[in-house]
């Protein structure tokens, strides 16, 4: 994609003062997350569930060693749901949480897509609309060509505590 | 040149923490009178490391202190002064103040300085009091000033035995005596006895040896400036002359040491006993790194380094070279296999197999250390509760050397303080009491660990008054935890104790009595995966008996499957497997499903549906399988649809990424990389008790 490529050449160029975004895709729009939190990005594979979590839970992978919740995007804002294909995608992300504590969580999207590099100053706040997703799992939105990114809080997601969540039976 | 100190902190606070505990396991061991020589030696030389430690790094206020107490245990050391148990008594306490003043220095906050300075003038109350204990000589740093003018010498007799390399270090022994010479009249001996024959004779070398006699009523610290320089490099000793009619008995040599010369006081020997110096300096300090290893590490929770016995190293790397070895064999074997080796390849895969778990036991053996780390603290709390009770308790600890993994002793300890305060405070009754009883008046706190199968127990037993049954019974009562007419065993009554808020004692002291403490107790012994049981006799004292994994980072697992799922039941909490017959089954009305085992009613867990697992095997309880478990004293039987196999499996944890799932205890990795949780068993009991995600009725738990 000649797209990407330009934006490859705006990350490794001169322009250090913006920040690097990885988009995916979800129910046809575009979300972004810090490259600096994302880990790895894995092919979707079975699961362990675990018993009376969340929906939005898929349950937990061994990720070499360490055992890593899977959390599906899709389910978390309420989006319908999509049978995994070969393109779904885990994106392992890890930041600290409201305690500091560093976590490690998968994502489920339906696809990645680009880098984007954008410096603050483009990123504007969200408006109170009447989104997909709550608003206080967005950080900002930013155009990207004519399509608009919106960027999530990684360590919002994060917060898993059984008094946050709510147990929703699995 | 600036080196950054604070890199040493940590280590230096650690030596120091582990230096007191020398100290106060030292003083503790001490008795009154009959020291033992080598015992005082151990703890002035954690005291001196310390006072050298708390220099070096400018914590100025700590080396003061310790100054003073390495003082007074100098003057113990060198049989100047009797280990009177007031002494004792006063440097436990500032041991105390020390690590105080430690704590507070790591920390960057600031001890009280209150307590400091009151116990400084204590320790220097004790210092000044040497006259009425004791008849020998004086304290070296005093001397000068205080001592010397009851009795002045009238001059001073040197022995001076320069070592044969003295020259060769750039001193002279001429220049020396001239110095002195300089300080008065001198007259000079020389011992010419140690030159050797002229064809063996060494230009270089110093044969010559010297009795100098100083008739001037000099200062000591004069002559002692003038050896300065070579007091490494000669064997040295000053002896007052005393004036005639002076008390010959008394004119025992006087220490060597002044106030700021410890580490040579310690150097210098004696004239009788002449070890070459040096040599005794490395074996001091090689005692004391081996004392070190031996002795107890800081009680402190988190400490984040580990002290690991060098042979564990060693056989761990030994293992590692044998592993490396297997791995090579096999690799060759790879290279080009032909079926005909098939054979050799099963044996190296034995091998490997062999090594593998034998590299895994040693590792698992770093983690561990002996539980004297965490038991070393009694002897003092005894002491120090017996004496504030004005009860007589004998404190008798067995299997210190029990090993366990270092988590479990950074948790157990605070529980542990807390039955043995409870032992001494509610067990054992006030002398009186027990002589009454026909008792012995000094209670016995025993306090023992040992390995028995998987498991660790820890015991704390007492030849007290036991538990007092009907007490807890009424007070259950009042508090509406039982109710009167329940029919209650023994067991069950004395379980209540560990009822958040329980406490039966009639006074709340400032030692026990709060009724906070057992249920954290039992909470804390829970969350190590261990359990707490009770046994108590009316009148001949009760026990408290502590299980507790060997490791926390292994456990003995069976696997059960439900429907597609896998999961692990720890081993130790499963009582037995059963297939059950419809005879066994009945439903008690409110109380869901039961089953007879052995005359005992005992509820059924459906686990799919505590675990709302929707395509399991076995509809009816006849045609699966009941595992039955026990968990906080409770049994009941977990209806799963088969069992697998037994492993061994590596606990990981599932709130580091995720959080706490009420009914599992944390996952492993099975065989085949993909993940299974391991089952809690008392949380899986209150997670069916609440009625589950989905039980169909409420299930009230018999115990």
């Not at chain 1, 690097?20 to 939190?37: D, K, P, R, S």
């Not at chain 1, 079975?46 to 990720?63: A, D, E, F, H, W």
């Not at chain 1, 990645?112 to 504007?124: C, K, L, Y």
């Not at chain 2, 009249?185 to 002229?198: G, K, R």
Request: glycine fraction near 8%.
């Amino acid at each position: 994609m000649p797209e990407s490529a330009n934006n490859v050449k705006q990350i490794l160029g001169d322009d250090a003062s913006g920040t690097q975004y990885l988009t995916c895709l979800l129910a046809g729009e575009q979300y972004g997350l810090n490259i600096l939190q994302v880990q790895e990005i894995r092919g979707w594979e079975q699961v362990t569930r675990i018993p009376n979590s969340p929906r939005y839970i898929k349950g937990v992978i061994n990720l070499r060693g360490t055992i890593v919740p899977i959390l599906d995007l899709r389910l978390r804002f309420d989006l319908p749901a999509e049978p995994y294909s070969k393109e779904t995608v885990v994106i392992v992300v890890r930041a600290a949480d409201k305690k500091g504590n560093e976590r490690s969580i998968g994502l489920v999207v339906d696809a990645v897509s680009d880098v984007i590099v954008a410096r603050d100053e483009q990123v504007v706040c969200t408006p109170e609309f009447g989104a997909n997703v709550p608003t206080e799992n967005i950080i900002g939105l930013v155009s990207e060509g004519d399509e608009m990114v919106m960027l999530l809080d990684i360590a919002s997601l994060l917060e898993l505590d059984a008094d946050e969540v709510g147990v929703t039976g699995g | 040149m600036s080196i950054d100190m604070a890199q040493f902190h940590q280590v230096f606070f650690e030596e120091s923490f582990e230096g007191l505990d020398v100290m106060e396991s030292g003083l503790l061991n001490m008795d009154p009178g009959t020291a033992d020589v080598e015992e005082i030696n151990a703890i002035f030389r954690a005291a001196h490391s310390i006072k050298g430690g708390s220099g070096t790094f400018g914590f100025m206020n700590v080396s003061d202190f310790t100054h003073v107490m390495e003082t007074l245990l100098d003057e113990m050391r060198d049989g100047r002064r009797q280990v009177a148990a007031d002494a004792i008594e006063v440097l436990l306490q500032s041991v105390d103040v020390l690590r105080d003043m430690l704590t507070a220095a790591r920390d960057g906050g600031s001890a009280d300085e209150a307590r400091v300075k009151a116990q400084y003038s204590e320790l220097q109350r004790v210092l000044a009091d040497k006259h009425s204990s004791d008849d020998a000589v004086a304290d070296p740093v005093k001397q000068a000033s205080a001592v010397v003018p009851e009795v002045q010498p009238v001059g001073w007799k040197i022995v001076f035995r320069p070592h044969p390399h003295l020259m060769r270090t750039g001193n002279d022994p001429l220049r020396i005596i001239r110095e002195l010479a300089t300080l008065g009249e001198t007259s000079v001996n020389c011992d010419l006895s140690e030159l050797p024959a002229f064809e063996e004779f060494e230009p270089e070398d110093s044969y010559l040896s010297w009795d100098l006699r100083l008739h001037e009523p000099v200062d000591k610290s004069q002559i002692d400036e003038i050896f300065e320089w070579v007091e490494d490099d000669c064997d040295f000793a000053v002896v007052p002359v005393m004036p005639e009619g002076y008390d010959p008995a008394a004119a025992v040599e006087p220490p060597a040491a002044s106030d700021q010369a410890e580490p040579v006081a310690q150097k210098k020997p004696h004239l009788t006993e002449v070890p070459p110096p040096e040599e005794r300096r490395v074996t001091d300090e090689r005692r004391n790194e081996a004392e070190r290893r031996k002795t107890p590490a800081a009680a402190a929770g988190g400490s984040s380094s580990i002290r690991v016995d060098i042979h564990k190293i060693d056989a761990l790397i030994n293992m590692v070279g044998e592993l490396v070895i297997t791995q090579s064999m096999l690799g060759m074997l790879g290279e080009d296999f032909h079926i005909s080796r098939v054979e050799r390849l099963r044996e190296g895969l034995t091998q490997l197999e062999r090594h593998t778990r034998e590299l895994q036991e040693s590792v698992m053996q770093i983690r561990m250390v002996p539980i004297s780390f965490s038991f070393s603290r009694f002897p003092r709390l005894v002491h120090d509760l017996s004496s504030k009770l004005n009860k007589k308790i004998e404190l008798k600890m067995s299997g210190e050397n029990t090993e366990v993994d270092k988590t479990v002793i950074e948790k157990i300890g605070d529980p542990l303080v807390h039955l043995v305060r409870n032992s001494l405070d509610h067990g054992i009754e006030k002398p009186e009491e027990r002589l009454a009883a026909g008792k012995p008046e000094t209670g016995i706190v025993r306090l023992s660990a040992s390995h028995r199968g998987g498991n660790i127990v820890i015991e704390i037993r007492d030849d007290g008054r036991g538990l007092p049954r009907d007490k807890i019974l009424k007070k259950a009562v009042e508090r509406g935890l039982v109710k009167a007419d329940d029919n209650l065993s023994d067991k069950d009554i004395y379980d209540l104790i560990f009822q958040p808020g329980f406490s039966t004692a009639e006074q709340v002291s400032d030692v026990s009595g709060r009724g906070v403490g057992m249920d954290v107790v039992r909470r804390n012994i829970n969350e190590l995966g261990g359990a707490i049981e009770i046994e108590s006799t009316p009148g001949k004292g009760s026990a408290i008996i502590i299980r507790l994994p060997l490791t926390l980072a292994i456990l003995d697992g069976q696997t059960i499957r439900i429907g597609k799922e896998t999961y692990i039941v720890p081993l130790v909490s499963i009582v037995e497997s059963i297939q059950i017959q419809e005879s066994m089954l009945n439903t008690v009305v409110g109380r869901g499903e039961t089953f007879t085992l052995r005359e005992e009613y005992l509820p059924v867990v459906r686990m799919h549906e505590v675990f709302g697992i929707e395509d399991h095997d076995a509809k009816r309880l006849t045609d699966g399988i009941l595992v039955v478990v026990e968990g906080e004293g409770r049994k009941c039987g977990l209806f799963v649809d088969d069992l697998l196999g037994q492993q061994q499996v590596v606990i990981k944890s599932l709130e580091a990424n995720y959080r706490k799932v009420e009914g599992i205890s944390g996952a492993t990795i099975l065989g085949d990389g993909s993940v299974a949780l391991i089952l809690d068993i008392p949380g899986l009991m209150r997670l069916a008790k609440q009625g589950g995600a989905r039980t169909r009725a409420p299930l009230a738990l018999t115990a």
